[in-house]
């Protein structure tokens, strides 16, 4: 196989790392999803909250003194640079999948990506998360909602562009359509196309 970095963007519940997993594992390749996230807290050294914070598309005050003078005028970009060059370490490294994180935009001058967006029925979505997490379907629903607007605010602040816009993407799929397990039969197949 040659050189390829997958990213998978999706709607919470939709499968999105559960199918990149299974896409990760069938190809052999490494997977990245929110440890990323883990690792770049433990470069800042900063208060995990605050991190948590920025993640969320929230500006959050962070200065620290230079020679220059004051770097970064919110940790949120501070957190953003860092996955920028985390994400392009692990991407030179090998191939691999990359959940989320808005990679496909951080990684968008690489010529070896596969953008993916995987999306559900709201429905098909709540059902996933009440069945994974064991809770009811007002919890469920409530989950969604928050995740949904958490990811499309930190998606919308890095980018300034929407979640599943079919101009950052190569392929929208809906995970209902096959189920996850066929849905990543679909996505293996389409990186043995684009291999050949």
């Known amino acids: 196989m040659k050189h390829m970095v997958i990213t998978i963007g999706c709607e919470y519940g939709a499968g ?21 996230v883990d690792k770049i807290i433990n470069d800042l050294d900063v208060d995990k909250e605050l991190v948590e914070k920025a993640d969320k598309g929230t500006n959050v005050p962070y200065t620290f003194e230079t ?3 004051p770097r970064y005028a919110n940790l949120t970009n501070k957190v953003i640079s860092l996955q920028y060059q985390a994400m392009h370490k692990m991407a030179d490294q090998s191939s691999c999948v990359i959940i989320g994180r ?18 559900a029925p709201e429905e098909d979505r709540i059902r996933a998360i009440m069945e994974n997490q064991s809770v009811s379907e007002k919890k469920a629903r409530e989950i969604v909602s928050y995740n949904d607007e958490k ?3 930190r998606h ?13 993407r ?3 799929i809906n995970s209902s359509l096959l189920g996850w397990e066929k849905t990543c039969q679909y996505l293996l197949m389409l990186v043995e196309m684009l291999n050949e």
């Open 170 to 172: 190569d392929l929208l």
């Open 156 to 168: 919308q602040y890095i980018t300034g562009t929407n979640r599943g816009d079919r101009s950052q």
């Open 16 to 36: 999105g790392p559960e199918i990149g997993k299974m896409l990760a594992k069938a190809l052999g390749i490494e997977y990245y999803d929110r440890d990323l």
């Open 102 to 119: 808005s990679a496909n935009y951080l990684l968008q001058d690489r010529d070896d990506l596969i953008n993916i967006f995987i999306y």
């Open 151 to 153: 990811n499309r605010s």
């Open 67 to 69: 020679t220059l003078g």
